[in-house]
Every structure is written in C-alpha cells, then in structure tokens.
C-alpha cells in the first residue's frame, strides 16, 4: 500500500498537473494581492475570506477531481493498468494507495494556499495578524480538508468508472457550477456533500466561529461509507482491465 503511495507521488513529481495546480494556486493568490494592494482599509479576515472561498466552494471540487482523474484514468490511457494488477498486491491496498495519493494533493494544495494567503496579507496589510485570526483559519483549512478528504472515494469511483479525465474534467466543472449556485440559496447548502469543505467557512462568516453541525456530521459520514462500499465493490468484483 505505500509502495502505491510513493510510486504515486514519483509519478506526480514528474506530471505537469501538479505543477500547473501549484501555479494556479500562487496565481490565484498573486492576482488577489495585486488588485488589492491599494485597499488601504482591507483587514486580515477580508483578505483571507475571498481565496478560501474560492478554493473551498468550487476550484478545490475542480483541482482534486481532475486531479484524482489524472491519478486513475492515467492507468487505461497509457495502458499500464494489466501491469499494476499484476504485481502480489491486493486491489484494495493499490485503491487505498491511490486514495493517499489523492489526499497527499490536497493537504499539498491548502497548505501552500494558506502559506500563500498569510504571506501576502503580512505584506499587503497594515495590521498585524493575531493569534485568533491564525488559529481560527488553520481550524476551518483543517475541517476543510477533511471534508475534502470525504469526498476522495467519490472521484476515484466517478474516474474508475468513466476511464476518462476529460470526462472527469467535464464533471467536475458541472460540480463546481452547481456549487456556485449553492452559495447563494443558504438552506440548500447542508443537503449537498460537495458544499462540505465550505461549510466551516459559512460558519465561521455568519457566526464568527467555527460550527460543525450534527446533520453535516451525519451527511459527511454517510456519503464517505456509502462511496467507500461503491468503490470496494467496484474494485473487488469488476473486471477493471
């Protein structure tokens, strides 16, 4: 299983799509810095709202679908997937060292966000950051994560079974939009598990703190078993060559 693991992130090192995820993300952040750099009365929570919303909502939903896609779907296009199945391992540790892989990408892509967005308000901003205002948006990436994290067993089920990134790609703008709708019907947000990563956001704006709801406990938990069985069973009773 970590043997998958490493030859995972071995491939990724060389993949152009980690790179360019990176690239977008310090692009993202640039171009932030840059149209606000003559907001003289911009505070540390308005600064940093903005790129966490947009990573949360929807760019994350785009990046580690195509990115699990490109994880998977890699296999069939170039005709590697006979040899992988091949080798004295079970498919459940070659689907668990994928699923790694995958998170490994977002714990990548949040943490260079959040170096990226603190960097640039240390230097955009008059004020200094306090400890509340750090340990608040460390909390929210971590729950975000998590929910990220929820969501992987759905990707790598969607790519299995397409085979196809420019599908996944397709799909995952479709998700992406849909959430974006989201964001402006409040009471609709809870029932969609591609809305979990912004929910300690939409808190933490309306309340002030972070607040984790039972009901968002509950959809989370069902929509990672649920996903988890779907991929287990597609990866254990399908002929996937």
Request: aromatic share 14%; with cysteine; net charge positive.
């Amino acid at each position: 299983m970590l043997n998958v693991f490493y030859c995972e992130i071995l491939k990724l090192k060389k993949s152009f799509l980690i790179w360019l995820m990176i690239f977008l993300i310090f692009g993202l952040n640039l171009t932030y810095f840059l149209t606000r750099i003559n907001d003289s009365v911009l505070g540390w929570n308005a600064y940093i709202l903005n790129t966490e919303m947009i990573l949360f909502s929807f760019l994350g939903i785009i990046l580690f679908f195509i990115a699990t896609g490109h994880i998977i779907c890699r296999e069939y296009t170039e005709k590697t997937v006979s040899i992988l199945y091949t080798y004295p391992i079970s498919r459940i540790k070659i689907f668990i060292g994928k699923c790694l892989a995958i998170v490994f990408i977002i714990l990548l892509i949040y943490t260079l966000n959040f170096l990226f967005v603190f960097g640039g308000g240390i230097l955009l901003l008059k004020e200094s950051v306090t400890s509340e205002i750090l340990l608040l948006h460390l909390k929210m990436n971590l729950y975000s994560i998590i929910f990220q994290t929820i969501l992987v067993p759905i990707w790598v089920l969607i790519s299995s079974i397409s085979k196809s990134t420019p599908l996944c790609a397709i799909l995952a703008s479709v998700i992406a939009g849909s959430n974006v709708l989201l964001l402006s019907f409040e009471n609709l947000q809870k029932y969609s598990p591609f809305m979990l990563p912004f929910i300690p956001l939409a808190t933490a704006v309306k309340t002030g703190e972070i607040n984790i709801t039972s009901n968002n406990i509950l959809l989370a938990a069902c929509t990672f078993l649920f996903a988890i069985i779907l991929c287990l069973g597609y990866y254990l009773k399908t002929d996937i060559y």
